[in-house]
């Protein structure tokens, strides 16, 4: 049981990181599907500066930036053309796979996979440090009042004046460097960038971010569930409980039975996509 619950804490890392993101992101109104590309690209830069610099440190801070510098140009998108953010955010996750992809192969002649990356680092302080200081931004915070003004009733910002755009930019940057965290978790737990190492995580953090109704504690909790479901799949796969194909699919089963099953007074942000 003990090495269950800390393989579902080590498992939970990437999905606390994600959602938090998608809260921040979508408390400002703005839908944020993109959640996988901004891990996926944040994963690679990780890899590459830390390969590049030989430090794990060096290279998590270029995956947090270049997270955000991601984030931000998918905000910068959305807001310029007025894009369906639903299906900006799938494109983004599809460009993500491509760069990354073609950037492998131009940088290490691979198609699958970066060399060692050297891990002796740990990020869980960052990664501490990070959760902790995104329950104070959106709970305690006066940038809090100004996310849910963007996200309700951005004539509000407007009549105070402040800008609704900046607001959601900087939820947006905010969002980039979490996923661009997360990212560099991913690293540093399979010591290597892999092709699409995210692997649909982004998508299930969306779906917490939705199960969760938009508050960061429930939200939390459910990606602890997801957490939870994805090593019961492994240890599923390694008794022969099931063939491999119907244990892989548990993760994705638990995140659609929960959406389905989602019973909530919480309602979304009303500017949510305008």
């Not at 998108?77 to 460009?95: D, E, K, T």
Request: hydrophobic share 60%; glycine share 8%.
């Amino acid at each position: 049981m003990k090495a269950f619950l800390l393989a579902t804490l080590r498992m939970s890392v990437p999905y606390l990181l994600a959602a938090s993101a998608g809260v921040v992101s979508e408390r400002s109104g703005v839908i944020n599907f993109a959640l996988e590309g901004f891990m996926l690209v944040a994963a690679f830069v990780t890899a590459l500066v830390a390969l590049a610099t030989d430090n794990l440190w060096l290279g998590a801070l270029a995956g947090v930036l270049g997270g955000a510098l991601y984030a931000l140009g998918y905000y910068g998108l959305a807001a310029r053309f007025r894009a369906n953010q639903v299906l900006l955010g799938i494109a983004f996750n599809m460009a993500a796979i491509g760069i990354t992809r073609f950037a492998l192969k131009l940088s290490y002649d691979s198609a699958s996979n970066s060399p060692r990356v050297a891990a002796e680092a740990t990020l869980w302080p960052l990664v501490v440090l990070a959760l902790a200081a995104v329950a104070w931004l959106v709970s305690r915070s006066r940038f809090a009042v100004r996310l849910t003004a963007a996200g309700d009733h951005p004539p509000a910002l407007l009549a105070q004046g402040l800008s609704p755009t900046r607001v959601r930019a900087t939820a947006l940057m905010l969002g980039g460097a979490l996923c661009g965290l997360a990212g560099a978790t991913l690293v540093t737990s399979q010591h290597q960038f892999t092709d699409s190492m995210t692997a649909g995580r982004g998508y299930i953090a969306v779906a917490a971010v939705v199960f969760g109704g938009w508050r960061l504690v429930p939200v939390l909790l459910v990606c602890v569930l997801f957490a939870a479901a994805e090593v019961l799949d492994f240890e599923l796969q390694a008794a022969n409980v099931f063939a491999p194909q119907i244990a892989q699919m548990l993760p994705y089963v638990v995140c659609l039975l929960a959406l389905g099953l989602r019973r909530t007074t919480h309602r979304a942000p009303l500017a949510l996509g305008e």
